[in-house]
């Protein structure tokens, strides 16, 4: 029996060191901008919208495996893959979509960092979230990514907290499942408001970025290893980023379908419809909740934060970097990469300033998902353009492009439908 105990120690360190970038994009999906959103779903509509979670789960993973793949197969970001099949003009609007979007997301998950820390500790907000921005900043540019990737990875189990946190509180689970499997759809405007803000915090395009970069990091590295003699990886790359990414997308949309039930249970069952920002949730939780599930919200929303702030930074830096034929690799040192480190600081501070104006929090956090939600449309119809023009190198099974297309027509469809409402 003895000889038996280290193998599973052994399976579970494979399979943690098998998870890689699909597992943070995942993760880094739910930062305090995407907990404000869902919040704001639970409160202001209850479980109505938790059949969202299962609709877009097959869409975003085909999209991030279709953005995964690319990287890797072509050992290039996305935005160097764009800049070589579509023209420059497409290229840099698409470019500065994101790194606006990406910018006020960063201020926004950072004044809801600095928020929550206030709640449980007390004293100057805005001083907590200027220190997080210098913080994930100094190290991003200081600890190699293949270091920094490990921090990352043990930052997801922080999202734990939102189970735990649904399940002290006492939840319908009949009203839950009929809601889920027998949504109640409308063209009202705010609840269109709110599906895309739901989509575009849930389909994000900084992780399309991301989860390239990164895919393309380690293909290099890998080719590399080769060159060394090292052992070959696993020819089957479809398969393995099919699983990494599964994993963190199914991961990503169970806690965020959990986050609806909690306020829904909670706030939107005692009136409270209106949350102002992913903070505000948390203190509202703890009178109704108690102090446990609030202190439980308020620390995932910092470690959601530690989490995403970084990628929404690097995703800005490589479609940059890429775009503009620079040298950039969270790998290199800051002597070797200047620029990239440079658009990554700039995007980190930029985020952290912004906390400093006087933008109504919660317009900040939701208007960034809409954003998201809107920017999504043009960059997903880019990305599967390039992969129909470059289908024999990708080698991208049918299923998947299909899922990839559909994903694109269903965040149009949305957009499309968000616009028609507003005008009517």
């Known amino acids: 029996m003895e000889a038996l105990a280290p193998r599973p120690t052994g399976i579970v360190r494979r399979i943690w060191h098998a998870l890689g970038s699909g597992l943070i994009a995942g993760a880094a999906d739910d930062d305090p901008s995407g907990i404000a959103t869902y919040s704001q779903a639970g409160a202001q509509f209850g479980f109505s919208l938790a059949w969202t979670m299962f609709l877009t789960l097959p869409f975003m993973a085909a999209i991030q495996i279709i953005s995964a793949c690319i990287g ?14 579509l023209p420059p003009v497409v290229l840099y ?15 926004a998950d950072l004044a809801a960092m600095g928020e929550a820390l206030r709640l449980i500790v007390g004293g100057p907000a805005l001083l907590y979230a200027l220190m997080f921005g210098v913080g994930c900043l100094v190290a991003e540019v200081l600890v190699p990514y293949h270091r920094y990737a490990g921090l990352l990875k043990l930052l997801t189990m922080v999202l734990f907290v ?11 689970w009949g009203e839950v499942i009929d809601a889920t499997l027998f949504p109640a759809l409308s063209l009202d405007h705010a609840q269109l408001l709110m599906i895309v803000a739901i989509f575009g915090t849930t389909i994000s395009p900084y992780l399309f970025f991301w989860q390239a970069s990164q895919e393309a990091e380690e293909s290099r590295l890998s080719h590399r290893a080769r060159s060394f003699g090292r052992p070959e990886p696993p020819t089957d790359f479809i398969a393995r980023i099919s699983a990494d990414t599964w994993t963190g997308m199914l991961f990503s949309n169970l806690i965020a379908f959990f986050i609806i039930l909690t306020t829904a249970a909670t706030l939107h069952a005692h009136g ?11 203190e509202a939780l703890r009178p109704i909740a108690g102090a446990a599930t609030f ?28 775009a503009f034929g620079m040298r950039g690799s969270l790998e290199l040192p800051l002597s070797r990469a200047l620029g990239f480190y440079a658009i990554v600081g700039a995007a980190t501070l930029a985020g952290a300033v912004l906390t400093l104006s006087n933008i109504d929090p919660i317009r900040m ?6 954003m998201n939600g809107v920017v999504a449309v043009p960059i997903m119809g880019a990305m599967m353009l390039l992969t129909a023009k470059a289908n024999a190198l990708l080698s991208l099974p049918g299923w998947l492009r299909v899922l990839g297309w559909l994903a694109t027509g269903l965040m149009a469809i949305a957009v499309g439908l968000l616009a028609w409402s507003s005008g009517s």
């Open 72 to 85: 890797w197969k072509t050992r290039s970001g996305l935005a160097r893959n764009i800049a070589r099949e």
């Open 93 to 107: 609007g698409l470019v500065g979509l994101l790194v606006v979007a990406n910018t006020v997301n960063i201020a």
């Open 162 to 172: 939102y189970v735990a946190a649904a399940f002290s509180v006492e939840i319908p």
């Open 272 to 282: 409270i419809t209106k949350i102002e920002t992913a903070a505000q949730a948390a």
């Open 295 to 322: 202190a439980l919200f308020a620390a995932g929303i910092i470690g959601t934060g530690l989490l995403a702030v970084p990628v929404l930074a690097g995703s800005a830096a490589y479609a940059v970097a890429e």
């Open 365 to 370: 956090l939701f208007w960034t998902a809409v």
